[in-house]
Structure formats: structure tokens, C-alpha cells
């Protein structure tokens, strides 16, 4: 039985003039998305995007469950295909949708005549349909208010049947919205942040901060097992990881102890401010949620901004750990969250640390330090790999 994929559009219908750049787009990526599962066609109709495999091979099952992981997509669906030829459509339909008509106790049928000549009018196409449904699966009651399952014919240039649509990943399609810079640590917080500004439509790029022997290659291991997470539903990242290990040492040589935190987190914003400048980045992205530790209070985070060149987007600033854990739950990130491995963040972290720092306070903790040498050092030192959702694909 032939066989296609109906994509709904997200909230691309609010785009206006754009909206056929943002469907290009969106298009563009699932192609590049459900590549490997077989060869498709691709045809955009009233919102719509039609994918058609070319022949037998394809892996509709695969295609099908990351395309339910593609931002800009509100909806999908499987949907036989045969000619329009209303008994044929009496005869694939109780097939094909067999499996959920007899889970589902009632149903509706919803037709839809794009072809005005085709002989039956679209109620008459409901009726028809819904009798023969009725007789195939005697268990079944027609409810038109609230049915478990509507099942949908649509006329085009061939008949379309479907049962219910799934509801897709939501947002906008990656890369509409530009480039964006994630911070990213083995915790919880920012693997989601990242997530959620994916959804955004922001094509990701990441940098993270190793500080060896303090750090272990593990830890690094970590965050490319995260990222490749996240790369399922944000399609390829490229990560750069930075050498900090410099910079944590002098910081903890030259710099009163209840600043470290801070000062650290600042050379982290200069470094990510040169790697945006170079990557074609936009904005800043990290997983800080106010008062959830001593660096994330309002007066820390102004220190931490006074020196960002880009908007600092934190997406999970106004959730509860709960709320962040819940996503974590959800996009599979959170196991890999809590193995135990030390990041940059907690070696050398003071004992008391400042909780209301004062910017010019801070800006004097570090004077002693040669702030652009050590950037340019550690900026040099940086490696580069590709991170998909089928792990590292380059070194
Ligand atoms: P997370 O769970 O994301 O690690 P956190 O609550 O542990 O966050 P911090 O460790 O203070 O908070 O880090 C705050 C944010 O700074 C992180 O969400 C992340 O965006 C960024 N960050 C922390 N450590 C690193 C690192 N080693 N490399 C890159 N970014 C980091
Ligand atoms: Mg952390």
C-alpha cells in the first residue's frame, strides 16, 4: 500500500509575508533530517507538506518518529494513498486504519473535496465511508463532538485516508531565527536550555569550558553524550571546547577567594563573546535560573552581563530545578545530567562565596589579572568537533 507522511505547520501561520521562507526552511530540514531513511519527495499544499518516499525502501517508521522531533511542526500524520475511486477508499480504509479503529471505542469521518469533481459530495463521501466503518467494526459508535478517532479522506490529485494526527515538536523550525551560542556544563540546566531555544528556531553552536587534570576527559565525554541528545531534536552541533584550566589556576593565585566564581563566570562570557564574534552567533544562551546558587543572583548575573557582547538568553531563569528536570525527563538528557563527573564549575569554588557582588568591586578583584592575554591563549587552544545525534562525527 502506498503510503505518505502530512506535516502541519506550526505557528509558521502567523508568519505573514515570511511565512513561505520559514516553510523552505522548515522543508530544508526535514529533508536533511530523514535523509537516511530512505529518498523522498517533498511538496508543500496549503500549509502542508507532503512527503512521499520514492519507492519500497524507505524506513517509514524512522522518518516518522524524527519528524516528531522537528521544530516548526504542529501536527503529522500517516496517510494511505489510493485512486480517487470511492470503492477503493471503502476498501484501504478499514485496512489500514484496522489497528486504531479497533482501539478506539468511537469516530467521526471528516472528508475533504480539493477536487470539486469528484462525483460524491464530501457528505455523502462521510456517510458512505462511515457505514462501511460501521459494518467492518461493529464495536464502534459514530460521535461527532468528541470522537476518539476522526478519520480523514481527503480528495487531491489522489485520495488521502488518515487517522488521528499526532501532535509535532512544536516552535519554530531550526536556523529561522538565526545562530546562537549555548553554554554548555554536564548539568541539568543548560542541556535543556539549549532545548528549549532550539525550539526557538535558533540553530545551536556550543562551547564548552575543560579545565584538565581538573577536569576529566569524561567530563568532556559527558557533554558530547548531552549535546547529542539535544542534537536529535536540534539537528548537528558544532562544539568547541575551550582550555580554562590557565585561567581557573591564575584566577585562584591572584583573586580574593569569595570572587572566583564570578570572575570565572566573566571569562567565560569574554571567551563565548570571541567565539560568537567568529561563529556568526547572535546571542549567548546558559542554563542560570535566578538563586539557584551563589552566581545566579540578580546582582551576580548583572556582573556576569556587564561583560556579554550579545543578549544573554536563560531560558530556564523563572523554573523551579523541578520544572528544568521535568524537560530533562522528557528530551533524555537527565541521566546522562547526574553521572558524576567534575566540571570547571566546582573545582576551586570558594567557601563563601559573594552573593551580592558590586560590579565595581569585581572589576577591581581582577585588575591584577592580564585579562586579554589569557582570553587570546585559551581562544587559541580551542578544538572543534561535530556533534550529531549519532555521536561525534568528526574529531
Ligand atoms: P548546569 O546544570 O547547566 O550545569 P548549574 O545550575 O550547575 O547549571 P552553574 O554550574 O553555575 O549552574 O552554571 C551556570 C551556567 O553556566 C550553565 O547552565 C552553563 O550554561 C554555563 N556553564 C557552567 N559550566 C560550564 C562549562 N564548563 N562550560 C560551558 N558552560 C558552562
Ligand atoms: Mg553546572
Known sequence: MKEIILIKDGELALKGLNRSTFEDMLVKNIRWRIKPFG?????????????????????????????????????????????????????????????????????KVNAKRSDKKFPLKSPEISATLGGKLLECFPHLRVDVKNPDIIVTVEIRDEAYIRGNQLKGAGGMPCGSSGRGLILISGGIDSPVAAYMMAKRGIELVGIHFASPPYTSLRAEEKVHDLLSKVARYSGRIRLYTVPFTEIQELIRENCPEEYFTIIMRRFMMRLSNMLAHNTDCHALITGESVAQVASQTMLALGCTDAVAEFPVFRPCIGMDKEEIIKISRKIDTFEISIQPFEDCCTVFTPKHPKTRPQLPDVVEAEKSLDIEGLCNRAYEGIKQILITADGVENA
Open 39 to 107: 529518498a523522498f519527495d517533498f511538496k508543500k499544499s496549503q500549509s502542508t507538506v507532503i512527503v512521499t518516499p520514492r519507492n519500497d525502501e524507505a524506513d517509514m517508521d524512522s522518518a516518522v518518529d524524527e519528524i516528531s522531533r522537528v521544530f516548526g511542526i504542529a501536527g503529522y500524520s500517516r496517510a494511505a494513498v489510493t485512486d480517487k475511486n470511492m470503492d477503493k477508499i471503502l476498501e484501504v480504509a478499514p485496512i489500514y486504519l484496522k489497528d486504531q479503529l479497533l482501539e478506539a471505542k468511537t469516530f
